[in-house]
């Protein structure tokens, strides 16, 4: 079975569509894109997806588009900085913001995207590591799966599969 067949598997019951291994040029062109996105500032700071940069680190690199009713893991999906501090954090139940912290107002902002967990992928991978793309990575991965505007994605990255996965 391949990894993608095995992704699709595995994630089924949370709400994917398609999966493919990233070659190293569009892994390159993630990077880029997601370098890029990081250097102009949001509402919310300068944005740092370090889910999908720590992806972009490992051997595997498997993109996936999600139906609308992909089912998230739990959060947090972003953190709000202020130089140092965390002054938001941003999971399934909302915007939660330090008002006192923001109060500091002196500093640097950033949008921190960390890594997410999906407990289904430890049985499966090793060393995994999910994110979830910026909007342009978003729709370059969406254009290179077939994948039309109602699809969301995510990308995967890993190292190897868990023994009895490998083929022997």
Known sequence: MSIEELV??????????????LSENERKKVKELEEDYSSRPTQWGYPVNVGVLEC????????????PFFKWPSGP?????????????IDESGLHLDRSALKRSGGKHYVIYPPLRLPELDELMTDYVAGSPSPPTHHYLAHLLGGGS??????????SLRRRYTSK
């Open 150 to 159: 109602e699809y969301g994605s995510l990308l995967l990255g890993f190292n």
């Open 56 to 67: 972009l680190k490992k051997r595997h690199v498997v993109a996936v588009l999600t139906y």
């Open 77 to 89: 999906y972003a953190l709000l900085k202020l130089d140092d501090a965390t002054v938001g954090v």
């Open 8 to 21: 699709l598997r595995t994630l089924a019951k949370r709400g994917v569509a398609k999966a493919r291994v």
